[in-house]
């Protein structure tokens, strides 16, 4: 069973850069689409990013392409999520994702996903 575990959140000014990353301490994931959300409180988790399973295909919300770059390091078993010229309107939790399932093209919607982390607080003050 995978374990994923986010890190690398914090409090950054507008304009400032971060990398979240996501490391699988369990099963390997390196033959599956992975993906990060984000979620504020009263609202629904949103889909963020998104990465094959060799890292050729990636995909973006609208919200964030441009300033945010997903990647991954199969040696290393991670997922990163690479945010550049926050927002304040970035402020949210980031969810790193897995589909379980190989081979399978994923798309943006949270149900698609059967494997999550516990999240990390990303703030963006102005």
């Known amino acids: 069973q995978a374990q994923l575990q986010e890190s690398g959140g914090g409090l950054v000014q507008a304009g400032d850069s971060l990398r979240l990353s996501c490391k699988n301490s369990?099963?390997?994931?390196?033959?599956?689409?992975m993906a990060w959300f984000r979620q504020v409180p009263g609202k629904e988790r949103e889909f963020v990013a998104s990465i094959s399973w060799g890292g050729r295909t990636t995909e973006y919300a609208d919200s964030v392409k441009g300033r945010f770059t997903i990647s991954r390091d199969n040696a290393a078993v991670t997922v990163y999520l690479q945010m550049s010229s926050l927002q304040q309107e970035d402020t949210a939790v980031y969810y790193c994702?897995?589909?379980?399932?190989?081979?399978?093209?994923?798309?943006?919607?949270?149900?698609?996903?059967?494997?999550w982390g516990q999240g990390t607080q990303v703030t963006v003050s102005s």
């Open positions: 994702a897995g589909n379980s399932d190989l081979w399978k093209v994923t798309g943006r919607g949270q149900n698609e996903y059967d494997l």
């Open positions: 369990g099963h390997p994931l390196i033959n599956n689409y």
